[in-house]
Nanobody, 117 residues
C-alpha cells in the first residue's frame, strides 16, 4: 500500500485547508485510515481517524474544526481543516492500517501546514 498526501500550504489563522490522501489500493479493504501530525520538536500525534464503517475519532484540540472523510470510490481520505490556529502548524501524515497492510501501519509522506498569526 502506498499513500500520497497533498494539500498542505500556508494559511492565515482562521483560514481553511483541505488535505487529501490517495491510496494505491482500494481503501474499502483498509480498516482504519487517518491523519497524524508532528510539529517541530514534538512527537507525532493522532489528529483524526476513520474506520471502514465511517466511525471517526478526533483529538480534542481539533474537534469541531476538522472533519475527516473517506471516499471508497476514489480511494481517498480527506481532512478538512477549518478555523486553523498557529498551533495546528505541523507536518501532517496520512496513515493506513488493516488486513491489506498486514496490520502494520503504513505512512504516506508528510505535507506541511503552516499557519501564520
Amino acid at each position: 500500500v502506498q499513500l500520497q498526501a497533498s494539500g498542505g500550504g500556508l494559511v492565515q489563522a482562521g483560514g481553511s485547508l483541505r488535505l487529501s490522501c490517495a491510496a494505491s489500493i482500494n481503501i474499502f479493504s483498509i480498516n482504519v485510515m487517518g491523519w497524524y501530525r508532528q510539529a517541530p520538536g514534538k512527537g507525532r500525534e493522532l489528529v483524526a481517524i476513520i474506520n471502514s464503517g465511517g466511525s471517526t475519532t478526533y483529538v480534542g484540540s481539533v474537534k469541531g474544526r476538522f472533519t475527516i472523510s473517506r471516499d471508497n470510490a476514489k480511494n481517498t481520505v480527506d481532512l478538512q481543516m477549518n478555523s486553523l490556529k498557529p498551533e495546528d502548524a505541523a507536518v501532517y501524515y496520512c496513515s493506513a492500517r488493516g488486513s491489506s497492510t498486514g496490520w502494520a501501519r503504513v505512512w504516506g509522506q508528510g505535507t506541511l501546514v503552516t499557519v501564520s498569526s
